[in-house]
């Protein structure tokens, strides 16, 4: 039997595969976190059923839409089933239309345990939106300042290991947050995207009352983070971190030249879009010593004289923040900022007598219309 269930009963489920049944095009620029694409049309398939719904109308679109996804219909449904490995299934297309409710159809028949997003896709959008349209967020943000190099994005995984609730924006973005920002990693999602990895990050730690991040500006690369996010930003606790610009020096040397040809292409790249605020002779000279493998020098140059003024941060303990902790031996900091946090008054906090996440920010989705395979 098919149940149908809203965005935040969906998302409550464990245990789950969660399928999303639209083009591997949709699917690319952005689906719920955690879930496959399996799709019932690809990229052409679907644009040809869309053509034929506004040409000929919606019988004529089902007919193309029936004839195009019987043929491959059991192979389709083995690779459902390798998928699941007997988990039960959660299926969604655009907004709740003909695509999940064949697929779900289909699968009920042949014995799976299945669950319909109403209102798909388009409905899950409006529960991120309306998680991150609220004027404050319902847990508090620790915030992890220092200079560059000082290991703020190694903390985070560390802590985050250990069981905190971390957003990692950086990480989410792949991304930076500098002109250094994409050398060696993978392309950024979308903005819808990046904003489903931050609802599902900030849900998972209203259990505990508070979230740890990073200091970030608006943008990191070419996505902004949300509103809401930066002003729990402004209102929450200030963790300094500080280290010698010796272990700051080799910890980008370590993070920035592990790649092909010690990605000196790329920095020198990175590096040439300093020319406005260097100069181009400068900047000419830090290339030339990058081509040489000078790494040290060109990283002590460029934060002394360029990051390090820029941010502003402080290299030692100040009373401007909550705690400050010296990150030389990363694993002794790890285990004081972690004591520190899970003290706080926030920690572990849950109103009503359960993690108020789900329940607080869900919104009903009704179904939306469902006309033809390639509309839902």
Excluded at 10 to 21: C, N
Aim: glycine content about 10%; proline content about 6%; hydrophobic content about 40%.
């Amino acid at each position: 039997m098919i149940k149908e269930i809203n965005v935040a009963e969906a998302l409550s489920l464990t245990d789950v595969l969660v399928v999303d049944v639209r083009s591997e095009g949709e699917y690319s620029e952005a689906t719920i976190p955690g879930a496959v694409n399996v799709p019932l049309l690809d990229n052409v398939e679907r644009a040809l059923v869309g053509t034929v719904y506004k040409e000929k109308g919606p019988a004529e679109a089902r007919k193309l839409g029936l004839e195009l996804v019987s043929p491959r219909l059991p192979r389709w449904v083995e690779a459902v089933e390798r998928l699941a490995r007997g988990r039960r299934l959660v299926l969604f297309c655009w907004r709740g239309g003909l695509r999940s409710q064949f697929a779900a159809a289909i699968l009920d028949v042949m014995g799976f345990a299945v669950y319909r997003i109403l209102g798909g896709y388009k409905a899950y959008r409006r529960f991120v939106n309306s998680y991150l349209g609220v004027e404050e967020l319902p847990v508090k943000a620790v915030v992890i300042h220092g200079l560059t190099g000082v290991g703020k994005t190694t903390l985070l995984r560390r802590l985050a290991e250990q069981g905190l609730p971390v957003l990692d924006l950086e990480g989410l973005a792949r991304h930076r947050g500098s002109v250094y920002g994409k050398i060696g990693l993978p392309p950024s999602p979308s903005q819808k995207m990046f904003e489903g990895l931050i609802v599902r990050a900030l849900m998972a730690a209203e259990e505990k009352g508070v979230f740890v991040v990073e200091c970030e500006s608006r943008r990191l690369g070419n996505l902004l983070v949300p509103a809401v996010v930066l002003r729990a930003m402004e209102k929450g606790y200030r963790v300094l971190l500080y280290d010698s610009l010796e272990n700051r020096v080799r910890r980008i040397r370590q993070e920035y030249t592990s790649g092909p040809q010690q990605n000196i292409p790329a920095l020198q790249e990175a590096t040439s879009a300093l020319a406005k605020y260097l100069g181009a002779r400068r900047v000419a000279e830090l290339n030339q010593l990058l081509a040489g493998g000078k790494f040290d020098q060109v990283f002590s140059y460029l934060l002394t004289k360029y990051y390090d003024p820029l941010y502003g941060y402080p290299g030692e303990p100040s009373p401007d923040y909550d705690l400050c902790v010296n990150t030389a031996d990363m694993d002794e900091a790890v285990n004081r900022v972690r004591e520190w946090i899970t003290g706080l008054p926030e920690y572990g906090r849950v109103e009503g007598g359960e993690p108020d996440g789900y329940r607080k920010h869900a919104t009903g989705s009704p179904p939306g219309p469902g006309v033809v395979p390639g509309a839902g």
